[in-house]
């Protein structure tokens, strides 16, 4: 039974670029979220997507986005990349409204 | 809004022995979920514990129990005949359900080291 999987594990981009990454849910799950953990600190929540919808957003700006598609793996996208925007993006699955969610080992996103 | 508070940076101990790692939260919820997660250097997030707000009995899986204190909105880990493996990162959350949704607010989180 896999787990949360992500893609890629490393990533690095300039400022200004686009970046995408990619998040299968563990088999059996139907909620994907996604958090931002900047270096030294707690994640922080992004958002939360379920039946292909956003249902849940945290304090980030529009330049992040997502999708969910019908076999419930999700993608983050981040528009006009700032040095700040460097971090570890994790993302996280659960069924329902189970309070249990499980995380895969994340993306490290480097902007220089 | 809900905050989570691990005032513990950095701890360190033998093999073997006993540590408990602190966290306070605050939040004006009645019913809600907390949980302990470790991060190892693989950076995956595994959960160690969770515990529900209406339950009064203390949670514990295998070497891991908490000491969950409502009215004092205290949540700590402790961890007994720690292991080389427990080395990590200890970061405590809180779940909130919004709409439906189930986001997670983390601590800055513990540096655990079992020292051989």
């Known amino acids: 039974d896999a787990g949360v999987t992500q893609s890629p594990t490393h990533l690095i981009k300039t400022r200004g670029q686009q970046v995408t990454l990619r998040c299968s849910p563990k088999?059996?799950?139907?909620?994907v979220s996604w958090y931002q953990q900047a270096l030294g600190q707690g994640p922080q929540f992004i958002f939360q997507y379920y039946e292909e919808e956003e249902r849940q957003r945290g304090n980030f700006p529009d330049r992040f986005s997502g999708h969910q598609f019908p076999n419930y793996s999700s993608e983050l996208n981040v528009n006009a990349l700032l040095l700040g925007d460097s971090a570890l993006y994790l993302c996280a699955s659960s069924l329902g409204a189970i309070k249990k969610l499980f995380f895969g080992s994340g993306t490290q996103l480097s902007v220089l | 809004a809900q905050t989570v508070t691990q005032s513990q940076p950095e701890m360190s101990v033998q093999e073997a022995e006993t540590v408990t790692l602190s966290c306070t939260y605050d939040?004006?919820?009645?019913?809600?979920?907390l949980f302990w997660y470790k991060q190892p250097p693989s950076r995956q997030m595994i959960l160690v514990i969770r515990?529900?707000?209406?339950?009064?009995q203390n949670a514990t899986e295998n070497r891991f129990s908490v000491n969950f204190q409502k009215a004092a909105k205290s949540f700590s880990l402790k961890i007994s005949d720690s292991q080389l493996g427990d080395t990590a990162m200890y970061f405590c959350?809180?779940?909130?359900?919004?709409?439906?949704?189930?986001?997670?607010?983390f601590g800055q989180g513990t540096r655990l080291t079992i020292n051989p």
């Open positions: 939040t004006s919820e009645s019913n809600y979920y």
């Open positions: 959350a809180f779940m909130k359900s919004i709409q439906g949704a189930q986001k997670l607010v």
């Open positions: 515990q529900e707000a209406y339950k009064q």
């Open positions: 088999s059996g799950h139907d909620t």
